[in-house]
């Protein structure tokens, strides 16, 4: 079947310092992938897509490679702040799924001053 | 644009009630998608509704139902709460609901079953 893997957090990192966010998938075919972010108390903001193999998503900063390969679409930012403080999710869209999403299981970041 | 409006964000309910959601897509999306979010599960897929048609089904029992209306607002419906449907519910919107579409998300509705 179709699942995410994303590392385990808390991941607490000063500020400046590079990030990276470890995601593997399974799945039949090319699927969609996506990076969500979650702040305190709100729903789930889009940060990056990438629909095919070797796509790069891009935005705010950060960046991940659809690596089809190695089933892999890690997220990274090359310095972050401390308002990129929240939970990341890794998501895959099956194809043929119909807006459905399938998450894993987040990732926490704490960035400190 | 307006985004996702969800209604109420905040419920309280006893075991053994019922409660209905609701979701506003965005102006113009069809498809609307319902998640349940828990500290234990992650976030899970609930269903899916497209021109007032559910296409796609999680794996919950026959407790949570939903439907969508003709202007495209969805709502979800879950019978006989249970202390373990405490949760963060989601619902996302987007244009026709293909993969490679971007979900928008609403703020979701955080319900407590007491």
């Known amino acids: 079947g179709n699942s995410v893997t994303q590392m385990e957090g808390p991941v607490t990192l000063s500020e400046e310092a590079f990030l990276t966010i470890n995601c593997t998938y399974t799945a039949t075919g090319y699927p969609s992938l996506f990076w969500y972010v979650q702040y305190p108390g709100e729903g789930l903001q889009l940060l990056l897509k990438?629909?095919?193999?070797?796509d790069k998503g891009s935005n705010k900063g950060f960046e991940a490679t659809y690596r089809k390969e190695t089933t892999s679409f890690h997220l990274e930012k090359g310095s972050v702040q401390v308002s990129d403080s929240a939970v990341y999710f890794c998501?895959?869209?099956?194809?043929?799924?119909?807006?459905?999403?399938?998450f894993g299981a987040g990732t926490r970041l704490a960035v400190h001053p | 644009k307006a985004g996702v409006t969800q209604t109420p964000r905040y419920l309280i309910k006893t075991r053994g009630q019922q409660v209905t959601l609701s979701c506003s897509p965005i102006s113009g999306h069809r498809s609307v998608s319902w998640y349940q979010q828990t500290p234990g599960q992650g976030l899970q897929f609930l269903f899916e509704y497209f021109s007032e048609t559910q296409r796609n089904k999680g794996n919950f029992p026959g407790r949570f139902s939903g439907r969508q209306f003709s202007n495209s607002r969805s709502e979800m419906n879950v019978s006989t709460l249970e202390l373990g449907d405490s949760a963060l519910y989601l619902c996302?919107?987007?244009?026709?609901?293909?993969?490679?579409?971007?979900?928008?998300f609403g703020p979701g509705t955080r319900l407590l079953v007491l």
């Open positions: 990438a629909t095919k193999a070797d």
């Open positions: 998501a895959l869209s099956p194809l043929g799924g119909y807006n459905k999403l399938i």
């Open positions: 996302a919107s987007s244009g026709t609901g293909g993969p490679q579409e971007i979900q928008y």
